[in-house]
């Protein structure tokens, strides 16, 4: 009886070790840079991180002088890591105009109602980041640096109106300069790939 297996049939582990393909992990040249990058994607172009890099640095000194003129300066990190998403993984669906606006706005909103249930400690604060994570998954606007936003809200308690136009502005903004140098570089992906 032969010992290959049949088209669209799944194979016994010792079925496939007696047959003539190999599988043996001695077979396969391993180096050490290759279990150092695993599966990993492959290293970006020296474009593309440069791109990315110099994008993300002008945008952020532009926010953070912003930040430093309206007193604002906690808003940085989860607008840190947005523009990280929208020029480093401009394709996913946590970079999208609309988890990035949305997904900050109704972060905040939920950091708001934490902070007015419980008040601004660091319990609320972690429970108003998970919260934030499950009323961005069910509006469909998921972005993770939103949960900071959301903790920001309760440990800070800022006022809501300037707050919210602020941050509002700022997604905009790194949203729109998302959509003008990915314009601006033919060889970059097209963002955004959705609007809404």
Do not use: E, K, N
Request: aromatic share 4%; net charge positive; with cysteine.
């Amino acid at each position: 009886m032969s010992a290959r297996p049949r088209p669209g049939r799944s194979v016994a582990p010792d079925v496939l070790r007696s047959s003539t393909i190999s599988t043996d992990r001695a077979a396969r040249p391993r180096t050490a840079l290759h279990l150092l990058t695993g599966r990993a994607p492959a290293p970006p172009s020296a474009g593309s991180l440069l791109h990315a890099a110099g994008v993300s640095s002008a945008m952020l000194l532009l926010l953070v002088s912003a930040g430093a003129l309206l007193h604002r300066p906690a808003l940085i990190p989860p607008l840190a890591a947005s523009a990280a998403l929208i020029h480093g993984s401009p394709t996913m669906p946590l970079a999208q105009p609309r988890s990035v606006v949305g997904g900050h706005l109704v972060a905040a909103a939920t950091g708001y109602a934490v902070l007015t249930v419980l008040g601004g400690s660091m319990w609320a604060a972690a429970l108003a980041g998970g919260l934030a994570l499950a009323v961005m998954m069910v509006t469909r606007t998921p972005h993770s640096p939103g949960a900071a936003t959301a903790v920001i809200v309760v440990l800070q308690a800022p006022r809501p109106v300037p707050f919210l136009l602020t941050l509002a502005a700022a997604t905009v903004l790194l949203v729109l300069a998302g959509t003008a140098t990915s314009r601006a570089r033919r060889t970059a992906p097209c963002y955004p790939a959705y609007w809404w």
